[in-house]
């Protein structure tokens, strides 16, 4: 069954460096998105991607974050300079449409813990 | 504003039936989604619900009724392996931003 993956699993960083998640989406999806849930929180959305751009951002989303989808299987998340409060797992999630119709889900790629020390 | 609520958690016994209510205020609404999360790993998809009505899906079974923003997942003859948090995610548009509920964690006792 295809998944989406994220790399690494788990990424321990000190505050003000620079991280980069990584996500493989299923490969006919075209729809992406990034969460966050900090530990014992809710799920939070940060932005969703469609057609190489950003098509909304959540107000966490500010200018120390950015995504890319350099080829055409990546999908990345870059936070600029770290601080502690964005300790969270990360999860990207890949649809293969935009519409919520018939019940087509997200599939969630199973997350990557950021701890920022 | 956004509101998803949904009780903190719940406690049941293997073998029988819960249900897991939740309430929202959402400026649109474009589908209710249920996610079954385990400790430490991603949500994975259970249910989803646009018009009013019961779907059922095997032992889990979602209602949604959008005049009252109520909605409920019914999960029956339950096992051990369903302990987990339920989540209640609320789609307001197209770019499928889901407002999450903070979950509900659900105990299964023999």
């Known amino acids: 069954e295809p998944e989406v993956t994220q790399t690494p699993s788990h990424q321990v960083t000190q505050m003000g460096q620079e991280v980069i998640l990584r996500c493989v989406p299923i490969s006919n999806h075209l729809y992406f998105y990034w969460y966050r849930q900090i530990l014992g929180q809710k799920v939070e959305f940060l932005v969703s991607?469609?057609?190489?751009?950003?098509?909304?951002k959540s107000e966490i989303f500010d200018d120390q974050f950015s995504v890319e989808r350099p080829d055409g299987s990546n999908f990345t998340l870059k936070i600029r300079s770290t601080k502690l409060e964005d300790s969270a797992m990360y999860f990207c999630?890949?649809?293969?449409?935009?519409?919520?119709?018939?019940?087509?889900?997200?599939?969630f790629g199973q997350g990557t813990r950021l701890t920022v020390v | 504003g956004q509101n998803i609520d949904q009780p903190t958690e719940m406690t049941a016994t293997e073998g029988a039936i819960v249900q897991i209510n939740c309430t929202y205020q959402?400026?649109?609404?474009?589908?209710l989604f249920w996610y079954q999360q385990h400790a430490g790993e991603a949500p994975t998809f259970l249910s989803y619900n646009v018009l009013d009505g019961l779907e059922e899906k095997g032992r889990f079974s979602s209602f949604l009724s959008r005049s009252k923003g109520y909605s409920y997942l019914l999960l029956k003859e339950l096992q051990m392996k369903d302990s987990a948090s339920y989540l209640c995610a609320v789609c307001r548009d197209s770019n499928y931003q889901l407002i999450w509920g903070a979950g509900t964690k659900l105990i299964i006792k023999p």
């Open positions: 991607f469609y057609n190489n751009e950003i098509s909304e």
């Open positions: 999630a890949s649809k293969l449409e935009g519409q919520t119709s018939g019940g087509t889900e997200a599939f």
């Open positions: 959402t400026s649109g609404f474009n589908g």
